[in-house]
C-alpha cells in the first residue's frame, strides 16, 4: 500500500496559481496511476485530474482543462498539479489517490472506486 501526503495548498487569489505536490512512499510508486480529486462540503468528491502510470496518457475534468496540468516524477515518487487561472469555483480540499489500475494507451482511472489510496488532503482555497 501506498502512503501520500499533499502539500502545497493556500490561499491566492482568482487569476492565481498554485502548485500542489503529493509524495509517495512505501510501495512502488511508478505501477500506480495517480489521481487529484476534490470535494467541498456538502459535496461529493470529484476527479480533476488523472495520469498514467508512466506519465504518457492524462485525464482532466472539464471544468479545469486548459487551466490545470497534472505531472508526475516517478524518479521523486512525486505528482504535481499546476493550477493556474484559478477561480474562486475551485475552492476545495484537494486529495491525492494512486490507483493499482495502470490504464491503457487511451484510457486513464478516474472514478473514485478505481483508487486505493489517498492522501490527507490540502485546502484551495480562492478568493475573488
Known amino acids: 500500500q501506498v502512503q501520500l501526503v499533499e502539500s502545497g495548498g493556500g490561499l491566492v487569489q482568482a487569476g492565481g496559481s498554485l502548485r500542489l505536490s503529493c509524495a509517495a512512499s512505501?510501495?512502488?510508486?511508478?505501477?500506480?496511476?495517480m489521481g487529484w480529486f476534490r470535494q467541498t462540503p456538502g459535496k461529493e468528491r470529484e476527479a480533476v485530474a488523472a495520469v498514467s502510470w508512466n506519465g504518457d496518457n492524462t485525464y482532466y475534468a472539464d471544468s479545469v482543462k486548459g487551466r490545470f496540468t497534472i505531472s508526475r516524477d516517478n524518479a521523486k515518487n512525486t505528482v504535481y498539479l499546476q493550477m493556474n487561472s484559478l477561480k474562486p469555483e475551485d475552492t476545495a480540499v484537494y486529495y491525492c489517490?494512486?490507483?493499482?489500475?495502470?490504464?491503457?494507451?487511451?484510457?486513464?482511472?478516474?472514478?473514485?472506486?478505481?483508487?486505493?489510496?489517498w492522501g490527507q488532503g490540502t485546502q484551495v482555497a480562492v478568493s475573488s
Open positions: 489517490a494512486a490507483s493499482r489500475i495502470r490504464g491503457t494507451n487511451y484510457w486513464v482511472p478516474r472514478a473514485l472506486s478505481n483508487f486505493s489510496s
Open positions: 512505501g510501495s512502488t510508486f511508478s505501477s500506480y496511476s
